[in-house]
């Protein structure tokens, strides 16, 4: 059973930074998608960020507008786990951040519904 635990959330300041982190299980395959996801009060999952990677191709990253120039996705294959650097926050930040993976490079990083694991989520509160 394929497991993804998120840490690392918390309360910052506006213009602050927090560094997410999700751990899998340690699986080894050729390729794979890993992302982030968030979820604010009273409003549906939205794409973050996302990952893919594999031997042939080498890797590629994806950022939600929002979030770009100020977040930072990132892989450790050795440690089996994908960070999420995030600087500058705003208050607009504010959500459960969830994690996500699929063992293949999805043809859509960005659809929730192309990932096969999900963590359980980690709360970001950034104050004004």
């Known amino acids: 059973q394929v497991q993804l635990v998120e840490s690392g959330g918390g309360l910052v300041q506006a213009g602050g930074s927090l560094r997410l982190s999700c751990a899998d299980s340690?699986?080894?395959?050729?390729?794979?998608?890993m992302g982030w996801f968030r979820q604010a009060p009273g409003k549906e999952r939205d794409f973050v960020a996302a990952?893919?990677?594999?031997?042939?191709?080498?890797?590629?990253?994806y950022y939600a507008d929002s979030v770009k120039g100020r977040f930072t996705i990132s892989r450790d294959n050795a440690k089996s786990a994908v960070y999420l650097q995030m600087n500058s926050l705003k208050p607009e930040d504010t959500a459960v951040y969830y994690c996500?993976?699929?063992?293949?490079?999805?043809?859509?990083?960005?659809?929730?519904?192309?990932?096969?694991?999900w963590g359980q989520g980690t709360q970001v509160t950034v104050s004004s």
């Open positions: 996500a993976a699929a063992d293949r490079i999805t043809p859509r990083p960005r659809a929730q519904s192309d990932y096969d694991y």
């Open positions: 340690g699986r080894t395959f050729s390729s794979y998608t």
């Open positions: 990952i893919t990677w594999s031997r042939w191709s080498g890797t590629s990253t």
